[in-house]
């Protein structure tokens, strides 16, 4: 059978086994399947990945079956691969494979794990559904399916409102998204007569400069679908205005955390753009908005990271952030270098994620960073793998040496082409380096509360239930235990038998099913931008059509001054000062400066009130219309003419009725009299 069949139907075949036998073959049956599914396709995928490196392999489609044939609208489901895919199938199996052995031990008392894997193996079957796309509506397809299984995932623990509310909110803000998503289809079948999209993208030079009619006005036909296509891009990869369902997603699991907003669905929308790379290229105005979107996003979501508490918050946001990078280097044409920092992310952002799933088990489900400190002596294998991490989307690395961690390779690469690109490239170069400074300053601020300074972990509520309750071992996996920490710091209760600040509480390093995960991650985390950032950057014959490559513009990026090419060091060092600074040397600071900037401060911490924006434009408008048609239209209109009226007739009608069954002889004649005077009366006029 064909490798690419395996991969992507071993976890959908897993997801069925486990989500509806899962009662009758038990929790570790179930785990044993899904898990095994996905580390089959993880080891057929690197396979494939490495041949297109070698430059052995070549593009390939492979037929599933027929699927719809009406008209002039023709398309088969059948599986495509080629480099791009390559790189997104290794990216997907490896992350999803590593979070399924994870989530052993992470979900070990949580009492629906079938559940909980069925609907990781199911996510990971509609991710590649969506990335081995021969057709713009298999795409589709499997860009609904993410959607569908990131509602599950994310609303996992049901019984909690939080969770409920944030599943809800991520399935309402991408549906979005994806109206612009199906209208830029729409449209591209409407121009092109195809939904193939190798026949699209070859057809897609051609019509650069022809207008389109659209609301009643003529526009660029390629600019108005890019854009189109574009906005769905913006809600699954939750760019600026469509990224509000992001941060609230934390609260599904933590290893959801790290598959969803790390490595898969969240970069579908970058994927898209470069897989529609062709189309982009012939409307540059579209191109320059993916520009600015990107790096607009980039900065506001580093600014909020920079204030938040919750330790997965704060890299939800650095999610956000660096998804603005691939953004608008994918808008300046470095469609290579997009997929490279998205290839180099997804090993650093799943390490740093299921890092602070590690740290949130060994603290009791504690994750206000303000709670933390001094871990690194408690939980050293965690620690170190947050810091390779941390050391990675820092981009710790020295050109001149040509060594450095993952994201040195791929987000200086990014600034570099930015800046080579010139015209909207500059501006979104130098927003790129004041967010790799604010990036730098979130994530060692993020280490130094966790595992610097003293332990603070007696003012914890959890800490105190677990103490309190004699659970010195975190008890794992308690739904209501996951509520956001947020706790006031005056209800603190020092502990006179432990003034150290523990409180007298013992963190206990991870089980290993989720240290190993942890380790790999590390390797990709420190090696994966050295040993393919040629590849990547550097070889079209690489690419091989897959994307558009443009090498005059990859040549310029190696040609840019020396001062362009070290600005990320210097930003970075000047984060980390910064950072230590304010949490080790003069702890006092950040109260200083927040109380200063006030009401700065306070708007960045609540998120530029997005939220409460939305609130009052969006839905308590929607609210209001929703209670008039309920009240005016339903009870007041359908149900008083319709069924209540009916019934209301026919109430009164055998009243009536009721008063005419006298049982009167005399009565009934008058009645058959009076009827057949009407009846002969009828007959007459």
């Known amino acids: 059978m064909n490798s690419i069949l395996i991969i992507v139907f071993a976890p959908l075949l897993a997801a069925i086994v486990a989500g509806l036998g899962g009662k009758w073959i038990g929790h570790t049956a179930a785990k044993i399947v899904t898990t095994a599914g996905l580390f089959l396709a993880c080891a057929l995928s690197w396979p494939i990945f490495l041949s297109f490196i070698a430059g052995s392999a070549e593009a390939t489609v492979t037929p599933v079956m027929t699927w719809v044939h009406s008209g002039a609208m023709t398309f088969d489901w059948a599986l495509r691969v080629d480099?791009?895919?390559?790189?997104?199938?290794?990216?997907?199996?490896?992350?999803s494979a590593l979070v399924h052995l994870y989530s052993w031990g992470y979900m070990d008392e949580d009492p629906d794990q079938s559940r909980f894997f069925a609907y990781l193996s199911l996510f990971t079957f509609a991710m590649l559904m969506l990335v081995t796309a021969n057709n713009l509506v298999q795409m589709f397809f499997g860009w609904e399916g993410v959607g569908l299984a990131s509602y599950l995932l994310i609303g996992f623990w049901y019984k909690k409102p939080s969770a409920n509310a944030a599943a809800i909110k991520a399935f309402v803000v991408n549906r979005?998204?994806?109206l612009g998503f199906m209208l830029g289809i729409f449209g591209t079948f409407l121009v092109f007569q195809t939904t193939s999209i190798p026949e699209i993208l070859d057809s897609a030079p051609a019509m650069a400069g022809s207008t389109i009619t659209f609301m009643g006005a003529r526009w660029d036909t390629m600019t108005i679908l890019c854009l189109l296509l574009f906005v769905g891009a913006m809600g699954k990869s939750a760019q600026l205005g469509l990224h509000t369902w992001l941060p609230d997603a934390m609260e599904g699991p933590t290893p959801v955390s790290a598959l969803i907003h790390a490595a898969t669905m969240v970069t579908a929308g970058v994927f898209m753009v470069c897989r529609l790379s062709p189309m982009f290229e012939a409307a540059p105005v579209a191109l320059a908005v993916v520009t600015t979107v990107g790096a607009a996003t980039c900065l506001f979501a580093a600014t909020i990271g920079t204030t938040q508490w919750d330790i997965k918050r704060v890299i939800a946001y650095s999610t956000c952030s660096q998804l603005g990078y691939m953004f608008f280097a994918a808008g300046v044409g470095a469609y290579g270098a997009a997929m490279f920092h998205l290839f180099t992310h997804a090993f650093f952002k799943a390490l740093l994620f299921l890092g602070a799933g590690s740290v949130i088990h060994a603290m009791h489900h504690e994750q206000d960073m303000r709670y933390y400190g001094g871990l690194r002596k408690h939980i050293p294998l965690t620690f170190w793998a947050m810091m390779f991490g941390t050391l990675a989307i820092t981009g710790v690395g020295i050109y001149h040496l040509g060594a450095g961690f993952a994201g040195f390779w791929s987000k200086d690469a990014i600034l570099e082409v930015s800046y080579a690109a010139g015209g909207n490239g500059t501006g979104a170069f130098w927003v790129g380096v004041f967010a790799a400074l604010l990036t730098s300053f979130y994530s060692w601020r993020l280490m130094f509360l966790t595992f610097w300074g003293k332990p603070r972990w007696i003012e914890s509520e959890h800490i105190r239930h677990a103490v309190h309750h004699g659970h010195d071992e975190p008890d794992e996996h308690n739904?209501?235990?996951?509520?956001?920490?947020?706790?006031?710091?005056?209800?603190?209760?020092?502990?006179?038998?432990?003034?150290d600040g523990t409180g007298g509480y013992h963190p206990h390093e991870s089980p290993w099913t989720m240290l190993v995960p942890l380790g790999v991650l590390s390797l990709g985390a420190i090696f994966a931008g050295q040993f393919f950032a040629g590849s990547f950057?550097?070889?079209?014959?690489?690419?091989?059509?897959?994307?558009?490559?443009?090498?005059?513009?990859?040549?310029?990026?190696?040609?840019?001054?020396?001062w362009v090419k070290y600005s990320a060091l210097v930003v970075m060092l000047l984060g980390l000062f910064g950072a230590w600074l304010a949490y080790i040397r003069r702890t006092d600071l950040p109260r200083q400066t927040t109380e200063q900037l006030g009401p700065i401060y306070n708007f960045v911490f609540n998120k530029w009130y997005f939220d409460e924006l939305y609130n009052l434009i969006f839905v308590k408008p929607a609210f209001w219309l929703g209670r008039i048609f309920w009240k005016k239209g339903d009870e007041g209109t359908i149900d008083r003419f319709g069924p209540n009226g009916v019934a209301w007739v026919v109430e009164r009608g055998s009243v009536f009725a009721k008063n005419v069954q006298s049982g009167y002889l005399t009565s009934y004649a008058l009645i058959m009299l009076l009827g057949l005077v009407a009846a002969i009366t009828w007959v007459l006029f």
Do not use: C, K, R
């Open 83 to 95: 480099t791009l895919t390559a790189v997104m199938l290794v990216v997907i199996t490896t992350v």
């Open 537 to 562: 950057l550097d070889s079209a014959e690489f690419w091989d059509g897959s994307i558009a490559y443009n090498a005059e513009l990859m040549h310029a990026m190696h040609e840019v001054p020396y």
């Open 479 to 499: 739904p209501a235990a996951q509520e956001d920490a947020g706790h006031d710091v005056t209800h603190a209760v020092p502990d006179p038998a432990h003034g």
């Open 176 to 178: 979005v998204g994806d």
